[in-house]
């Protein structure tokens, strides 16, 4: 049935509200008494349930066999033994595999942290329980045709709503210090604002405790992606400025709930990549009048002023908090040494990091060539504003998976920017992973399904030496993702042949010596998160692409630890300053 036959059922007769309800606001309410020119100045205002935004929106979910919270499971001692490349077993006698040598002029600093990354929607599963309200990823995975490339949706995940204790427990038993998770907003305040969840709260608490009875350092992303379907259905999401204030409400009851036990906090992930899904696929949601390519940057302008105002507050909450965004990219290299390469290089970090790094950490403004284009639109910052951006990143929070070949579009940098068809447009440059030579590519492919990944880790010491001479963070640089989608992983039917993961396992101790020669030659890099905790919803490739670095049977909810476990917390036993 279409949302629009929905609606008109819906004004047609009264809504139930239940306890927890919400108010569609409206600027006009149709009446037959009025005439109107368009059918776009009829609106209403109804009241619904976080039960009506599931009928209406979503419809029925999935859910697991294990629906209560549960105690860890022993985790067995024969999958803690690291597989035959890092370890010599007694017998049989004979293994040919020369020990790694370690270079002892290489560490990482007494207090570095290392461990792993998951995200609510991605992992939670149990979207309906305990008073979740829905995101707008329950819609673009449940209704949204082809959005999901596998029809998957994060119904279930891994299930860590119920087996969060179990998933703590290995992270601790791999001898990893520390698990990034992040909240689930629309479980915390089902309509994204008013109402709190006390259930949410409940849960959340214990997943931080959980990390601290292990002695696993809790780190918190308030925003990965699932944003509450109430505010984009209400006020268009991140395309309004009323998030500001929606945002920070949300910000202040996290904050004063756990400020004393989480130290690390991130506001939004991967600011890039989410304002990059506006504008959202059309006649599932509130439509908007922005036009298309202006929606990112919109998005980006709320996000800055939302999460600024969420840094003041937690700032004053406990200073000693250490907050920042996760961004995400990769080193852009000139693909040949003209200058029109150069130049596109240029344009390449104002419109990625530059957009949201140099507002917080240079000057509270945007880059040059990204100005050049947004300020055809958007309201320059007021000085006011620009003292607020400016220095609201603790640490240089980074998803740094890979790196690109940077060149001027075919038709010139000029051409392209005279003209808003041209698919570059506005950016302008042109990317590859491809060596000028046409002939090899940067580093070994991931798997197909994420075309936009090859192992690039030759070029992550110059990435950390220009990330720290161009933003200068004075808390450091952190690896806050990282990791590859084993080829051909999904493909794999046999548990022995899924476990070995050569190409991940090669890809984590490349980045972690790459990363060792940077700290070497004195680029402050504070921390690391691979991602993934395990393999989980990877958005609109489903679950076809694997990240994990734990296999997790879907039929079953058990976890395995993948070869690559090892080799990352490996590097971390060998490298560490004692
Ligand atoms: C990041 C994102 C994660 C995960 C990962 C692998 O951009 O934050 O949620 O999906 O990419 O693609």
């Given at each position: 049935?279409?949302?629009?036959?929905?609606?008109?059922?819906?004004?047609?007769?009264?809504?139930?509200?239940?306890?927890?309800?919400?108010?569609?606001?409206?600027?006009?309410?149709?009446?037959?008494?009025?005439?109107?020119?368009?059918?776009?100045?009829?609106?209403?205002?109804?009241?619904?349930?976080?039960?009506?935004?599931?009928?209406?929106?979503?419809?029925?979910?999935?859910?697991?066999?294990?629906?209560?919270?549960?105690?860890?499971?022993?985790?067995?001692?024969?999958?803690?033994?690291?597989?035959?490349?890092?370890?010599?077993?007694?017998?049989?006698?004979?293994?040919?595999?020369?020990?790694?040598?370690?270079?002892?002029?290489?560490?990482?600093?007494?207090?570095?942290?290392?461990?792993?990354?998951?995200?609510?929607?991605?992992?939670?599963?149990?979207?309906?329980?305990?008073?979740?309200?829905?995101?707008?990823?329950?819609?673009?995975?449940?209704?949204?045709?082809?959005?999901?490339?596998?029809?998957?949706?994060?119904?279930?995940?891994?299930?860590?709503?119920?087996?969060?204790?179990?998933?703590?427990?290995?992270?601790?038993?791999?001898?990893?210090?520390?698990?990034?998770?992040?909240?689930?907003?629309?479980?915390?305040?089902?309509?994204?604002?008013?109402?709190?969840?006390?259930?949410?709260?409940?849960?959340?608490?214990?997943?931080?405790?959980?990390?601290?009875?292990?002695?696993?350092?809790?780190?918190?992303?308030?925003?990965?992606?699932?944003?509450?379907?109430?505010?984009?259905?209400?006020?268009?999401?991140?395309?309004?400025?009323?998030?500001?204030?929606?945002?920070?409400?949300?910000?202040?009851?996290?904050?004063?709930?756990?400020?004393?036990?989480?130290?690390?906090?991130?506001?939004?992930?991967?600011?890039i990549?989410?304002?990059g899904?506006?504008?959202?696929?059309?006649?599932?949601?509130?439509?908007?009048?922005?036009?298309?390519?202006?929606?990112?940057?919109?998005?980006?302008?709320?996000?800055?002023?939302?999460?600024?105002?969420?840094?003041?507050?937690?700032?004053?909450?406990?200073?000693?908090?250490?907050?920042?965004?996760?961004t995400n990219g990769g080193f852009k290299i000139p693909r040949t040494d003209s200058q029109a390469d150069a130049e596109a290089v240029q344009r390449a970090w104002d419109f990625n990091e530059g957009w949201?790094a140099n507002?917080?950490?240079?000057?509270?403004?945007?880059p040059t060539h990204l100005?050049d284009y947004?300020?055809?639109?958007?309201?320059?910052?007021?000085?006011?504003?620009?003292?607020?951006?400016?220095?609201?990143?603790?640490?240089?929070?980074h998803?740094a998976y890979t790196s690109d070949f940077i060149m001027a579009p075919d038709a010139g940098i000029d051409a392209c920017i005279?003209?808003?068809?041209n698919p570059l447009y506005p950016g302008c440059y042109n990317t590859t992973k491809v060596y000028a030579n046409g002939?090899w590519t940067i580093g070994?492919?991931?798997?197909?399904?994420?075309p936009w990944l090859n192992q690039a880790t030759d070029w992550v010491p110059s990435f950390l030496h220009y990330m720290?001479d161009t933003?200068?963070?004075?808390?450091?640089?952190?690896?806050?993702?990282?990791?590859?989608?084993?080829?051909?992983?999904?493909?794999?039917?046999?548990?022995?042949?899924?476990?070995?993961?050569?190409?991940?396992?090669?890809?984590?101790?490349?980045?972690?010596?790459?990363?060792?020669?940077?700290?070497?030659?004195?680029?402050?890099?504070?921390?690391?998160?691979?991602?993934?905790?395990?393999?989980?919803?990877?958005?609109?490739?489903?679950?076809?692409?694997?990240?994990?670095?734990?296999?997790?049977?879907?039929?079953?909810?058990?976890?395995?630890?993948?070869?690559?476990?090892?080799?990352?917390?490996?590097?971390?036993?060998?490298?560490?300053?004692?």
């Amino acid at each position: 049935m279409s949302l629009s036959i929905l609606f008109a059922l819906l004004f047609a007769v009264s809504p139930v509200v239940v306890s927890q309800h919400a108010s569609v606001p409206s600027s006009t309410v149709a009446s037959t008494s009025q005439t109107s020119s368009g059918a776009s100045s009829f609106t209403t205002s109804v009241e619904l349930s976080v039960e009506d935004l599931w009928d209406l929106y979503v419809g029925p979910v999935s859910t697991f066999s294990i629906n209560t919270t549960v105690e860890p499971t022993p985790i067995p001692s024969s999958s803690l033994v690291p597989p035959p490349a890092l370890y010599y077993p007694p017998f049989p006698k004979g293994q040919q595999v020369p020990l790694q040598p370690k270079n002892e002029s290489w560490k990482f600093p007494k207090g570095f942290w290392y461990g792993v990354a998951g995200a609510a929607y991605q992992i939670e599963g149990a979207v309906k329980a305990e008073g979740r309200g829905p995101s707008i990823w329950d819609v673009l995975t449940h209704r949204v045709v082809n959005y999901v490339s596998t029809n998957d949706t994060g119904d279930i995940a891994d299930n860590n709503y119920y087996q969060y204790k179990e998933d703590i427990a290995r992270i601790a038993a791999l001898g990893l210090k520390t698990y990034s998770f992040s909240l689930s907003w629309s479980r915390i305040l089902p309509f994204g604002s008013g109402s709190i969840n006390e259930q949410a709260l409940l849960h959340y608490d214990d997943v931080i405790d959980t990390c601290l009875q292990y002695g696993i350092i809790p780190q918190v992303t308030l925003f990965h992606w699932d944003l509450p379907l109430f505010l984009q259905n209400t006020y268009n999401g991140w395309l309004s400025d009323k998030i500001i204030s929606d945002f920070t409400d949300y910000a202040r009851i996290v904050f004063n709930r756990w400020h004393s036990k989480v130290h690390y906090w991130f506001t939004v992930n991967e600011p890039i990549v989410f304002c990059g899904f506006y504008p959202l696929p059309a006649n599932y949601f509130k439509n908007t009048t922005i036009p298309p390519k202006q929606q990112p940057y919109v998005c980006g302008h709320n996000v800055l002023l939302s999460h600024a105002s969420a840094y003041h507050l937690a700032k004053s909450i406990n200073s000693s908090l250490s907050v920042s965004f996760k961004t995400n990219g990769g080193f852009k290299i000139p693909r040949t040494d003209s200058q029109a390469d150069a130049e596109a290089v240029q344009r390449a970090w104002d419109f990625n990091e530059g957009w949201f790094a140099n507002p917080t950490f240079i000057n509270g403004d945007y880059p040059t060539h990204l100005k050049d284009y947004v300020s055809g639109f958007l309201p320059a910052f007021t000085d006011k504003q620009k003292a607020q951006i400016n220095g609201t990143c603790d640490i240089f929070a980074h998803d740094a998976y890979t790196s690109d070949f940077i060149m001027a579009p075919d038709a010139g940098i000029d051409a392209c920017i005279a003209n808003t068809t041209n698919p570059l447009y506005p950016g302008c440059y042109n990317t590859t992973k491809v060596y000028a030579n046409g002939y090899w590519t940067i580093g070994a492919a991931g798997d197909p399904g994420t075309p936009w990944l090859n192992q690039a880790t030759d070029w992550v010491p110059s990435f950390l030496h220009y990330m720290q001479d161009t933003w200068k963070p004075r808390g450091g640089i952190a690896i806050t993702e990282f990791g590859i989608s084993e080829p051909y992983e999904e493909l794999r039917t046999n548990l022995a042949s899924i476990l070995i993961d050569p190409i991940r396992s090669n890809y984590y101790k490349s980045y972690l010596e790459a990363i060792l020669i940077a700290i070497g030659e004195g680029v402050n890099v504070v921390g690391t998160l691979a991602w993934s905790i395990y393999d989980n919803l990877e958005w609109s490739q489903g679950y076809s692409v694997k990240f994990g670095i734990q296999y997790v049977n879907l039929t079953t909810q058990e976890r395995y630890f993948k070869a690559s476990a090892f080799e990352y917390a490996n590097m971390f036993n060998v490298y560490l300053e004692k």
